[in-house]
């Protein structure tokens, strides 16, 4: 069983709209979680960390997390080119690693 | 504010060498993970130091191994080089505190075994 799964992609939205990315995760105890943005050869980039459950949003970036469903979302708003990146999902807080999916590729269409 | 850094940036070695990658963290930060990126695939956690000690470690044979200085830097060392050890290395720094807490990456290196 993975213990951290993301819907596959690649995910293509047109620019102004909004792109929904999904993770689930198997340890119930998962404490923090994670988005992080990685360009095509660059490092992982930090965008958004949740603890709690519910919505939280910074800018045009919300993640929702859902610990009774083990899910976690992110949704960006009006989404532009420079979007186009993977997004990864990332797990923490039984051990101290974070565990990650594999990753969804999305792309914004101008 | 400097940023977690990384050295080398590329690597190209021959299976059956050794390497030795280096990792400053963020300022104010004393916890070191290392993590290994295949092409395609998520980070996958290697080990992470915190007080010069290998706090845990994830599914890596014992040629991956490492360090972390008085200065908090660290090195990654692996061994006997396999064609499979091409990746990107990376490193994250963090704060000490509770399990779960926010890991801020290098740039990375990127290691060609061939």
């Known amino acids: 069983q993975k213990e951290v799964e993301q819907n596959s992609g690649p995910l293509s939205v047109p620019e102004g709209a909004i792109a929904s990315l999904n993770c689930t995760y198997s340890d119930r105890g998962s404490q923090s979680f994670f988005w992080y943005r990685q360009y095509s050869g660059k490092s992982p980039e930090l965008i958004m960390f949740?603890?709690?459950?519910g919505d939280k949003e910074d800018g045009r970036f919300t993640a929702q997390l859902n610990k009774a469903s083990q899910y976690v979302s992110l949704l960006i708003r009006d989404s532009q080119p420079s979007d186009s990146a993977t997004y990864l999902c990332?797990?923490?807080?039984?051990?101290?690693?974070?565990?990650f999916g594999k990753g969804t590729l999305l792309t914004v269409n101008p | 504010d400097a940023g977690v850094t990384q050295s080398p940036t590329h690597l190209i070695k021959t299976r059956g060498q050794q390497v030795t990658l280096r990792c400053s963290p963020k300022s104010g930060h004393d916890t070191v993970s290392w993590y290994q990126q295949a092409l395609g695939q998520g980070p996958q956690f290697i080990f992470q130091y915190y007080e010069e000690e290998e706090r845990q470690r994830g599914n890596f044979p014992d040629r991956f191994s490492g360090h972390q200085f008085p200065n908090y830097s660290s090195e990654l060392n692996v061994n006997a080089l396999l064609l499979g050890d091409s990746a990107l290395y990376l490193c994250?720094?963090?704060?000490?505190?509770?399990?779960?807490?926010?890991?801020?990456f290098g740039p990375g290196t990127r290691l060609l075994v061939l």
């Open positions: 949740i603890y709690s459950n």
């Open positions: 994250a720094s963090s704060r000490p505190g509770s399990k779960g807490e926010t890991q801020y």
């Open positions: 990332a797990v923490g807080g039984s051990n101290y690693k974070l565990t």
